[in-house]
T-cell receptor, first 115, second 111 residues
Framework: AQSVTQPDIHITVSEGASLELRCNYS??????LFWYVQSPGQGLQLLLK??????LVQGIKGFEAEFKRSQSSFNLRKPSVHWSDAAEYFC?????????????FGRGTSLIVHP | DAMVIQNPRYQVTQFGKPVTLSCSQT?????MYWYQQKSSQAPKLLFH???????NEADTPDNFQSRRPNTSFCFLDIRSPGLGDAAMYLC??????????FGPGTRLTVT
């Protein structure tokens, strides 16, 4: 069975500082990996995804993530955080082509941005 | 713009009074999902449709039902809401590769 671990429940950074949110997964085949962001009272929005190819993927809002197969990780990064990035971030692992289509979500990491 | 729409955004219902939440999509995706999300938790899948094929998660209470009359619309029925059913309900769609498009959610309050 697939699983996702986001080890940090809360992360606090200062505006302008760099950010890294951790995500580790367990999956028996080549995974599809996703990062979503959720602002308070809103639905989830896709930041970026990895299906195959280049292991460094660029997303919206200046975010990027790197797939490291050897470490089973897909950490999210941003070089300079803005106050508007304060939100909940969810990592998810999904099925490969031909498999089931039910992504598994991590428990989320709450990002707090100090001015 | 193609999108996922949920109505209403806020719903207040009384304990035990049936309630229906709706979701519509203009993306023409064949997969639709309903999630329940409680505060500071990950979304919990209730059920999903692949086209008209309905799939119920094993731990989804019988109190929750769903209908998908056509590709564009999907409904979540809660037959007898309890206080523990107060949550955000999220609808999402997908072409089946795992990437999901979420609606803004319906916040359900049970009084």
């Amino acid at each position: 069975a697939q699983s996702v671990t986001q080890p940090d429940i809360h992360i606090t950074v200062s505006e302008g500082a760099s950010l890294e949110l951790r995500c580790n997964y367990s999956y028996g085949a080549t995974p599809y990996l996703f990062w979503y962001v959720q602002s308070p009272g809103q639905g989830l929005q896709l930041l970026l995804k990895y299906f195959s190819g280049d292991t460094l993927v660029q997303g919206i809002k200046g975010f990027e993530a790197e797939f490291k197969r050897s470490q089973s990780s897909f950490n999210l990064r941003k070089p300079s955080v803005h106050w508007s990035d304060a939100a909940e971030y969810f990592c998810a692992v999904g099925p490969t082509s031909g498999g089931s289509y039910i992504p598994t979500f991590g428990r989320g990491t709450s990002l707090i941005v100090h001015p | 713009d193609a999108m996922v729409i949920q109505n209403p955004r806020y719903q207040v219902t009384q304990f035990g009074k049936p309630v229906t939440l709706s979701c519509s999509q203009t993306l023409n995706h064949n997969v639709m999902y309903w999630y329940q999300q409680k505060s500071s938790q990950a979304p919990k899948l209730l059920f999903h449709y692949y086209d008209k094929d309905f799939n119920n998660e094993a731990d989804t209470p019988d109190n929750f039902q769903s209908r998908r009359p056509n590709t564009s619309f999907c409904f979540l029925d809660i037959r007898s809401p309890g206080l523990g059913d107060a949550a955000m309900y999220l609808c999402a769609t997908s072409i089946g590769d795992g990437e999901q498009y979420f609606g803004p959610g319906t916040r359900l309050t049970v009084t």
